[in-house]
Nanobody
């Protein structure tokens, strides 16, 4: 079991930046992937960025490429999402997720089905 706690959300003007953090309750040496997902009102949860630790790859949604950067420090205990040039369409609840079962190695990187552990979310609002 692992608990994930997100922080860093808030309201920022278009063009601004935020850095989201995800703190795990323990070192997760057996984690295959970690990632960030978001869900806007009335929409399905979607993948934003994922790290696949075994191969060192990162994946991004087309809508955030070049603006968002996912990173991890401290032996996978902390995950970050640096968000620059924010747009109103980035407004959503952002969730941190972890996969300890290796499903993320075989499925689509953006699939929520790959991840068994989720944080409670942190709200990001970019007013139009």
């Amino acid at each position: 079991q692992v608990q994930l706690v997100e922080s860093g959300g808030g309201s920022v003007q278009a063009g601004g930046s935020l850095r989201l953090s995800c703190a795990a309750s323990r070192y997760i040496s057996d984690t295959y992937c970690m990632g960030w997902f978001r869900q806007a009102p009335g929409k399905e949860r979607e993948g934003v960025a994922v790290i696949v630790f075994s191969v060192g790859n990162t994946y991004y949604a087309d809508s955030v490429k070049g603006r968002f950067t996912i990173s991890q420090v401290n032996a996978k205990k902390t995950l970050y999402l640096q968000m620059n040039s924010l747009k109103p369409e980035d407004t959503a609840m952002y969730y941190c997720a972890a996969d300890l079962s290796s499903r993320c190695l075989y499925g689509d990187w953006y699939s929520t089905n790959n991840f068994g552990y989720w944080g409670q979310g942190t709200q990001v609002t970019v007013p139009s």
